[in-house]
Nanobody, 119 residues
């Protein structure tokens, strides 16, 4: 089983920056696409950004140009550089990874890290 451990959330003022990270550990053959999702109170979980193992990225329109997703395949870690933060970015941010083992392919989720942007 794979564990995803997130860190790097926190409280920041409008216009500030944060860089959460998510590290995968456990037993697997490889980690394919990794991504970040977020869920604000009373709202559904939504995609923030995705990155393939080869480095192709995709962003939600609401964060494009402000957020940058990256990964270190050797460390099985994904990062989310968040700049020019807005109060509407406040949410719990969840890491996601498409895990490949010898027996199956499945999605793993982190426990979430809180990001709060004060106005």
């Amino acid at each position: 089983q794979v564990q995803l451990v997130e860190s790097g959330g926190g409280l920041v003022q409008t216009g500030g920056s944060l860089r959460p990270s998510c590290a995968a550990s456990g037993s697997f053959f490889s980690i394919n696409t990794m991504g970040w999702y977020r869920q604000a109170p009373g709202k559904q979980r939504e995609l923030v950004a995705l990155i393939t193992r080869g480095g192709t990225t995709n962003y939600a329109d609401s964060v494009r140009g402000r957020f940058t997703i990256s990964r270190d395949n050797a460390k099985n870690t994904v990062y989310l550089q968040m700049n020019s933060l807005k109060p509407e970015d406040t949410a719990v941010y969840y890491c996601n990874a498409r895990v490949v083992t010898s027996q199956r392919i499945y999605d793993a989720w982190g426990q979430g890290t809180q990001v709060t942007v004060s106005s």
